[in-house]
């Protein structure tokens, strides 16, 4: 499980609500989450946001485990 998806359920939020929060539809998160659309440096940030963390403490470890 990516660590996004772990933050994300850990969190209580669903696909829907990041996507709210991000301004992106639902379809657009759930591909970010699972790897079927690259994630931008901005849309990193922007998620990062809203867990309160640095884009390097919620991607990072999946990146160096060639998981993104």
Do not use: C, V
Request: proline share 1%; net charge positive; charged share 30%.
């Amino acid at each position: 499980m990516s660590s996004l998806k772990q933050l994300r359920l850990s969190a209580g939020y669903t696909h829907q609500d990041m996507a709210n929060k991000l301004n992106i539809s639902k379809t657009f998160y759930w591909q970010i989450e699972s790897k079927k659309r690259r994630l931008s440096y901005q849309m990193a940030i922007n998620i990062a946001y809203i867990f309160g963390k640095k884009p390097d403490e919620i991607f990072y470890r999946d990146y160096k485990n060639k998981e993104f």
